[in-house]
């Protein structure tokens, strides 16, 4: 690691990435080895001796106090005071200082909660310069980013860097590694595979060191011939949580051997269609068959019996009961009924006995059936979530943003199960807003904007056809 | 972990109640033990400040308890005297067991009944109506009734809460709150002179107190002298519940969903729970639970209320402790229940010699240790500081962030 450059830290899920980081900013010990920092080994015991050592972190999920000003979250646990009190004028002011200095633009006297994600992480990194880090750790920084906001913390970085900050950027995406580190260390199963510099390297060859393999970028599919409606939407209209009209009569319908993708902008209506479908949501008015059945306002048990799976955009939230170990996760489907449990019962030697094979065929690491999913990282929590939906054998599979979060080698295996559903003659209606993937995985692409299914275009439709569609523009005629 | 600290892994934010209630469980037995020791610490500290030896003063309250009954090497002397300590400990512990059930079940839901004491007190008050009446009913099958009833009653009130709190969403600390006040005013008006269930013998017509439990409603004694309130079998009663608590909550389809839904409303939803039935049902069961403690009481050794009984009656409050320090579990609530059973029992008037500790001031320790095991268990932040870093991790039910963790 040198002085001034972005260095990033490669690997999929679970190869040790967050845990290093987590020695280095003594959030954990190390069992065994040194950390040597400006030619000195040192001991790090906890956080605080990290910030003494110019160590700063930030998380993937911010530790804000949201109530409180940029400014008061920038200087706590270390504000500047006027007898006994934080002076607030000398914390607005050295924010203001150090936004100016590293180029990082916040309002210092705007309340966290008020002020987009993009910023709220600008202020973390205010909150680890203030403290005079000179290296600063970054968790999967552009996980919650939006890929303009990406672009500008990148420029940030650019600045940091010039200024003599060391930057480590924890990423599994490797297009940014490309783009903003000077040199990658990639990680696979706990162990350092390689450090090369990025000139010159490609997304193939990183991948191919990070997963250990080659990796296929594009998806291989045979043309399948769609065969009966398996779902079918008509002038569906739902609120939003705030009462607001999320979807305007939308429309559409997935054939039995086929993966229909909705592209789509952030917010246009994606989350109430999936909610509608997969029955937590009640629609305002139409009609939703599934297999010819009206589920419609039938709830999430109706939508289930009729055969809908639901890979939920949220695992943590929707997906997983993440205290819950992966037996009991894989059993909120179908605990209600026999075999699992019987009379009200339940049987957690059957529900093991169900898991255990699920489990393997599934490829789930890091945890067997006792263990909680909260320890599983990112991509086995996913494949948890995946094997218990698609052991459900349903018609149709609604995915919403199956691959968000994860690496190379786990994106790969959820397209290729959503792949296998396609070939067993079920539909499969995906929602993304990775438009590489929608085009990637899709025979047929819907845009959805505005709450209404405005365009149907082919998989091989270009980044413009798309984006005209995607932000309210007429699409040109059917590709 | 930086100061603002309490960035929670991603977790989807549940209820204080809840939150409270994953903590507790995450850290082993030692987070309850340290907890009990250091509120007996304080509590030692102020034995001391009142000119005391705190040694000699918890050997006393020890052996008030009737837990040395235990030891082998005891004379039958001191063994008659455990023996009639110990029945009346665990005379006790049966309602603290059931109060405790109460919370606790709530608890695993994500729900906070404060209302304990309510469910409790409209328990006693349906006891002692069927047991003061229906004379002519046969033994067994009236006090099963005067049970049940005290069941049914007991139901009902937590029933109201989780019902407000499924239709309306009204948080359930206030509703249950309110509903304990309703419940000591109902009982005062019903035992009050004149009331509907005031006592119609003419001895006591001046005084607020209820009709006796006719004898064949009465719990048989099983230990001890019934004339000298021996230890009657609402003790195995309060045991069974256990039982069918631990088997309800990790063995049945209602107890995955009550813990789904307080680990985590929204995966819930999506595994087809419906959450505001299961705060219903949640609440129904705790009130039984609630209920049935009060049946004990009354059925077992009171067998009359007098307004003041409700009035001054704290078993459900105790309850919350109980659930708090037995980290919501069946085994946790028993051992808890023993020893709030054991620490009332060991510091009343009656127990504790003048000589070693004032006796007027026996009860406020109790309550000062009450006090303060409510005050470290409900403060975690506290206990995190005298704790171990690793202790902190583990009780964080996780490792750290990981991947998109």
Same mark, same amino acid.
């Given at each position: 690691?040198?002085?001034?450059?972005?260095?990033?830290?490669?690997?999929?899920?679970?190869?040790?990435?967050?845990?290093?980081?987590?020695?280095?900013?003594?959030?954990?010990?190390?069992?065994?080895?040194?950390?040597?920092?400006?030619?000195?080994?040192?001991?790090?015991?906890?956080?605080?001796?990290?910030?003494?050592?110019?160590?700063?972190?930030?998380?993937?999920?911010?530790?804000?106090?949201?109530?409180?000003?940029?400014?008061?979250?920038?200087?706590?646990?270390?504000?500047?005071?006027?007898?006994?009190?934080?002076?607030?004028?000398?914390?607005?002011?050295?924010?203001?200082?150090?936004?100016?200095?590293?180029?990082?633009?916040?309002?210092?006297?705007?309340?966290?909660?008020?002020?987009?994600?993009?910023?709220?992480?600008?202020?973390?990194?205010?909150?680890?310069?203030?403290?005079?880090?000179?290296?600063?750790?970054?968790?999967?920084?552009?996980?919650?980013?939006?890929?303009?906001?990406?672009?500008?913390?990148?420029?940030?970085?650019?600045?940091?860097?010039?200024?003599?900050?060391?930057?480590?950027?924890?990423?599994?995406?490797?297009?940014?590694?490309?783009?903003?580190?000077?040199?990658?260390?990639?990680?696979?199963?706990?162990?350092?595979?390689?450090?090369?510099?990025?000139?010159?390297?490609?997304?193939?060859?990183?991948?191919?060191?990070?997963?250990?393999?080659?990796?296929?970028?594009?998806?291989?599919?045979?043309?399948?011939?769609?065969?009966?409606?398996?779902?079918?939407?008509?002038?569906?209209?739902?609120?939003?949580?705030?009462?607001?009209?999320?979807?305007?009569?939308?429309?559409?319908?997935?054939?039995?051997?086929?993966?229909?993708?909705?592209?789509?902008?952030?917010?246009?209506?994606?989350?109430?269609?999936?909610?509608?479908?997969?029955?937590?949501?009640?629609?305002?008015?139409?009609?939703?068959?599934?297999?010819?059945?009206?589920?419609?306002?039938?709830?999430?048990?109706?939508?289930?019996?009729?055969?809908?799976?639901?890979?939920?955009?949220?695992?943590?939230?929707?997906?997983?009961?993440?205290?819950?170990?992966?037996?009991?996760?894989?059993?909120?489907?179908?605990?209600?009924?026999?075999?699992?449990?019987?009379?009200?019962?339940?049987?957690?030697?059957?529900?093991?006995?169900?898991?255990?094979?699920?489990?393997?065929?599934?490829?789930?690491?890091?945890?067997?059936?006792?263990?909680?999913?909260?320890?599983?990282?990112?991509?086995?929590?996913?494949?948890?979530?995946?094997?218990?939906?698609?052991?459900?054998?349903?018609?149709?599979?609604?995915?919403?943003?199956?691959?968000?979060?994860?690496?190379?080698?786990?994106?790969?295996?959820?397209?290729?199960?959503?792949?296998?559903?396609?070939?067993?003659?079920?539909?499969?209606?995906?929602?993304?807003?990775?438009?590489?993937?929608?085009?990637?995985?899709?025979?047929?692409?819907?845009?959805?904007?505005?709450?209404?299914?405005?365009?149907?275009?082919?998989?091989?439709?270009?980044?413009?056809?798309?984006?005209?569609?995607?932000?309210?523009?007429?699409?040109?005629?059917?590709? | 972990?930086?100061?603002?600290?309490?960035?929670?892994?991603?977790?989807?934010?549940?209820?204080?109640?809840?939150?409270?209630?994953?903590?507790?469980?995450?850290?082993?037995?030692?987070?309850?033990?340290?907890?009990?020791?250091?509120?007996?610490?304080?509590?030692?500290?102020?034995?001391?400040?009142?000119?005391?030896?705190?040694?000699?003063?918890?050997?006393?309250?020890?052996?008030?308890?009737?837990?040395?009954?235990?030891?082998?090497?005891?004379?039958? /002397?001191?063994?008659?005297?455990?023996?009639?300590?110990?029945?009346?400990?665990?005379?006790?512990?049966?309602?603290?067991?059931?109060?405790?059930?109460?919370?606790?079940?709530?608890?695993?839901?994500?729900?906070?009944?404060?209302?304990?004491?309510?469910?409790?007190?409209?328990?006693?008050?349906?006891?002692?109506?069927?047991?003061?009446?229906?004379?002519?009913?046969?033994?067994?099958?009236?006090?099963?009734?005067?049970?049940?009833?005290?069941?049914?009653?007991?139901?009902?009130?937590?029933?109201?809460?989780?019902?407000?709190?499924?239709?309306?969403?009204?948080?359930?600390?206030?509703?249950?709150?309110?509903?304990?006040?309703?419940?000591?005013?109902?009982?005062?008006?019903?035992?009050?002179?004149?009331?509907?269930?005031?006592?119609?013998?003419?001895?006591? /017509?001046?005084?607020?107190?209820?009709?006796?439990?006719?004898?064949?409603?009465?719990?048989?004694?099983?230990?001890?002298?019934? /004339?000298?309130?021996?230890?009657?079998?609402?003790?195995?009663?309060?045991?069974?519940?256990?039982?069918?608590?631990?088997?309800?909550?990790?063995?049945?389809?209602?107890?995955? /969903?009550?813990?789904?839904?307080?680990?985590?409303?929204?995966?819930?939803?999506?595994?087809?729970?419906?959450?505001?039935?299961?705060?219903?049902?949640?609440?129904?069961?705790?009130?039984?639970?609630?209920?049935?403690?009060?049946?004990?009481?009354?059925?077992?050794?009171?067998?009359?209320?007098?307004?003041?009984?409700?009035?001054?009656?704290?078993?459900?409050?105790?309850?919350?402790?109980?659930?708090?320090?037995?980290?919501?579990?069946?085994?946790?609530?028993?051992?808890?229940?023993?020893?709030?059973?054991?620490?009332?029992?060991?510091?009343?008037?009656?127990?504790?010699?003048?000589?070693?500790?004032?006796?007027?001031?026996?009860?406020?320790?109790?309550?000062?240790?009450?006090?303060?095991?409510?005050?470290?268990?409900?403060?975690?932040?506290?206990?995190?500081?005298?704790?171990?870093?690793?202790?902190?991790?583990?009780?964080?039910?996780?490792?750290?962030?990981?991947?998109?963790?």
């Amino acid at each position: 690691m040198r002085r001034g450059e972005v260095h990033a830290l490669l690997g999929e899920n679970g190869a040790g990435k967050s845990t290093l980081m987590n020695v280095l900013y003594g959030l954990h010990q190390p069992d065994e080895g040194e950390i040597r920092l400006r030619d000195e080994p040192v001991a790090i015991g906890s956080p605080r001796e990290a910030i003494g050592l110019r160590i700063g972190m930030v998380h993937q999920h911010f530790m804000l106090i949201g109530v409180m000003t940029v400014a008061e979250n920038v200087v706590l646990a270390s504000e500047p005071r006027k007898g006994a009190l934080l002076d607030r004028g000398a914390a607005e002011r050295r924010v203001s200082e150090l936004s100016e200095r590293f180029g990082l633009a916040v309002d210092p006297r705007a309340r966290v909660e008020d002020i987009g994600v993009g910023q709220q992480q600008r202020v973390e990194i205010l909150r680890v310069l203030h403290r005079g880090a000179d290296v600063l750790i970054l968790d999967e920084p552009t996980a919650v980013l939006t890929a303009q906001e990406a672009q500008e913390l990148f420029a940030v970085l650019r600045n940091l860097t010039a200024e003599g900050v060391s930057v480590i950027f924890i990423t599994h995406k490797l297009r940014e590694v490309l783009e903003i580190a000077d040199r990658v260390t990639v990680l696979r199963r706990g162990r350092k595979v390689d450090t090369v510099s990025t000139q010159g390297a490609t997304e193939a060859s990183l991948a191919k060191l990070m997963v250990g393999r080659e990796v296929l970028f594009r998806v291989e599919k045979e043309a399948e011939e769609a065969g009966r409606p398996l779902l079918e939407v008509e002038g569906l209209e739902a609120l939003d949580d705030r009462g607001l009209p999320a979807l305007r009569g939308l429309s559409l319908q997935v054939r039995a051997g086929e993966i229909v993708g909705l592209a789509g902008v952030d917010g246009n209506g994606q989350s109430e269609l999936v909610e509608c479908v997969t029955g937590l949501r009640v629609p305002a008015a139409g009609t939703i068959r599934v297999g010819g059945r009206e589920i419609g306002g039938a709830g999430v048990r109706g939508a289930l019996a009729a055969g809908i799976g639901h890979i939920a955009e949220d695992r943590h939230r929707r997906g997983l009961v993440l205290p819950f170990n992966l037996a009991e996760n894989l059993a909120l489907r179908g605990y209600r009924r026999g075999p699992l449990s019987r009379f009200g019962l339940l049987s957690p030697r059957r529900m093991r006995k169900r898991a255990f094979p699920l489990l393997q065929d599934y490829d789930v690491r890091g945890g067997d059936c006792d263990t909680p999913a909260a320890s599983l990282s990112g991509g086995n929590q996913q494949k948890v979530v995946i094997a218990r939906e698609l052991a459900e054998d349903p018609l149709v599979t609604v995915a919403a943003q199956p691959t968000r979060g994860l690496d190379v080698g786990a994106i790969e295996f959820v397209h290729r199960q959503l792949l296998e559903q396609r070939e067993a003659g079920r539909a499969v209606l995906l929602v993304s807003l990775e438009l590489e993937e929608i085009r990637s995985l899709s025979d047929r692409v819907l845009v959805i904007y505005e709450g209404r299914v405005v365009a149907e275009v082919g998989p091989d439709a270009s980044d413009e056809e798309l984006g005209v569609a995607m932000t309210g523009g007429r699409a040109p005629a059917e590709a | 972990m930086s100061a603002t600290g309490g960035g929670d892994g991603g977790q989807a934010p549940g209820t204080v109640a809840s939150r409270l209630s994953g903590y507790l469980r995450g850290g082993g037995v030692l987070v309850p033990v340290i907890t009990a020791l250091l509120s007996f610490l304080v509590g030692g500290v102020v034995v001391l400040a009142a000119g005391s030896n705190p040694i000699s003063t918890y050997r006393a309250v020890f052996e008030g308890s009737g837990l040395n009954w235990v030891f082998p090497w005891l004379s039958a /002397e001191d063994r008659t005297l455990a023996a009639l300590n110990l029945q009346q400990t665990l005379l006790l512990t049966a309602p603290f067991i059931l109060a405790g059930l109460a919370v606790a079940f709530a608890f695993r839901a994500g729900l906070f009944n404060i209302g304990g004491q309510g469910q409790y007190l409209v328990g006693t008050i349906a006891a002692v109506w069927i047991g003061s009446s229906l004379g002519d009913l046969p033994a067994l099958l009236h006090v099963v009734l005067a049970m049940l009833a005290a069941c049914a009653a007991g139901a009902l009130w937590g029933g109201i809460a989780g019902l407000l709190k499924a239709t309306t969403g009204a948080n359930e600390v206030i509703s249950t709150i309110m509903l304990n006040w309703i419940a000591i005013w109902l009982g005062v008006w019903l035992f009050s002179v004149g009331g509907p269930l005031h006592s119609s013998d003419p001895a006591q /017509e001046s005084v607020p107190v209820s009709d006796d439990v006719e004898p064949g409603a009465r719990l048989p004694v099983f230990w001890g002298d019934p /004339e000298l309130q021996g230890l009657h079998v609402g003790l195995f009663v309060a045991i069974g519940v256990l039982l069918v608590f631990w088997i309800l909550l990790n063995r049945s389809v209602t107890g995955y /969903e009550v813990r789904a839904v307080g680990f985590n409303p929204d995966a819930a939803e999506y595994g087809g729970i419906n959450a505001g039935r299961t705060y219903v049902k949640v609440m129904l069961i705790c009130g039984l639970f609630a209920g049935l403690a009060g049946a004990l009481d009354v059925l077992g050794w009171q067998f009359r209320i007098a307004t003041t009984d409700v009035q001054i009656s704290q078993v459900g409050f105790y309850g919350i402790a109980v659930a708090l320090l037995g980290r919501n579990t069946a085994v946790g609530t028993a051992v808890a229940a023993l020893l709030f059973g054991g620490l009332i029992n060991g510091t009343s008037v009656r127990n504790l010699d003048p000589t070693i500790f004032d006796p007027q001031l026996a009860v406020n320790l109790t309550l000062i240790i009450q006090g303060l095991i409510v005050l470290f268990v409900s403060a975690p932040v506290l206990i995190t500081l005298l704790s171990p870093g690793r202790l902190v991790r583990r009780a964080r039910g996780r490792p750290a962030p990981e991947g998109t963790a």
